[in-house]
């Protein structure tokens, strides 16, 4: 229904868009966190690791120039492409001042086969000048801007430090596509506590801002972090591949069929990575995930706009 797909892939709608492969650059803008300066914290939430949710990110050495010509390069040996988006994935990205913030934004977009912009943030870094600066280049160039949900229960943010409350997320989705701003919510499956009832709840409740995308991940424990000494001494269920594709194929089901799907797994770097290991073998669960939606003979959308 997607190309070859039974949900709208990323992929797809930038083949659409662009007439061509696309390529988002993972860059490191030089950011921090208010969950981490002191503001809200001083560690993070509670999966995060050092390297925030960068860890397959450009060095914070390089300028935005190096690092997108660094990330070219590297990327040119998979795909042949002149197109690409440059994404500042690394902690919040909107968490500066004016001025440096237009700064990168800028350079990043002046560098040859940049088409588009993306920037990771929290709901709560979002002020009135740096969403007027949003609106800004989304009039010059394609601009997505996502942020990071994980979940409706505020049980589960507390647990994990998330810092925010979800009407602080409903305020930046609302403020965002008042200036026709592209939405990207994150979600994890699988955090500490959440019955698949829970995470199904999590999925619905984005479908029903009909935003333009979403991401689904996996949780999965990094040595080193917080949530890894939680799991050591607290153990708690780890989602098995089996699980995880069942879930993921129940929440694409209530999705709008226009919603993109940005991502259907999470990556952890290998020698990082404690816990679930078949996470690491990516291939498998998207070939799962396609099976699974063959077998149920379903697709994303399927269970949009029933009565819930």
């Given at each position: ?109 002046s560098q040859e086969g940049i088409v588009g912009l993306a920037i990771a943030t929290r709901p709560d870094c ?120 069942s879930i993921v194929v129940d929440g694409l089901e209530y999705l709008p069929p226009d919603m993109v799907v ?47």
């Amino acid at each position: 229904m997607w190309g070859d797909k039974r949900y709208h892939t990323l992929n797809y709608e930038m083949r659409n868009t662009f007439k061509e492969k696309v390529i988002k650059l993972s860059l490191d803008g030089g950011f921090t966190c208010p969950n981490r300066d002191g503001t809200l914290g001083n560690r993070g939430c509670i999966f995060c690791g050092e390297e925030g949710s960068g860890e397959f990110a450009a060095s914070r050495c390089l300028s935005i120039k190096e690092q997108i010509d660094e990330q070219k390069k590297l990327l040119s040996k998979k795909w042949d492409t002149g197109k690409y988006i440059a994404y500042f994935q690394n902690f919040t990205n909107t968490y500066s001042n004016y001025e440096d913030l237009k700064d990168k934004y800028y350079e990043a977009l002046s560098q040859e086969g940049i088409v588009g912009l993306a920037i990771a943030t929290r709901p709560d870094c979002l002020p009135e000048d740096v969403l007027d600066l949003l609106e800004e280049l989304n009039e010059k160039t394609y601009l997505w801007v996502e942020l990071g949900l994980q979940t409706i229960h505020e049980r589960t943010a507390k647990f994990i430090r998330r810092g925010y409350s979800l009407e602080v997320y409903d305020k930046a989705v609302n403020e965002l596509k008042k200036r026709n701003i592209r939405v990207v919510t994150h979600l994890i499956f699988g955090l500490p506590g959440e019955t698949r009832d829970d995470m199904i709840e999590s999925v619905k409740y984005v479908a029903s801002t009909k935003t333009w995308g979403v991401k689904f991940h996996l949780l999965y424990i990094q040595r080193g972090t917080d949530l890894y000494y939680y799991y050591l001494n607290n153990p708690f269920h780890i989602l098995t591949r089996d699980e995880y594709i069942s879930i993921v194929v129940d929440g694409l089901e209530y999705l709008p069929p226009d919603m993109v799907v940005h991502r259907l797994t999470g990556d952890g770097k290998k020698e990082l990575l404690y816990e679930p290991r078949w996470s690491l073998d990516k291939l498998r669960v998207l070939s799962g995930i396609d099976r699974e939606l063959k077998d149920r003979n379903s697709y994303q959308g399927k269970k949009w706009g029933i009565s819930y």
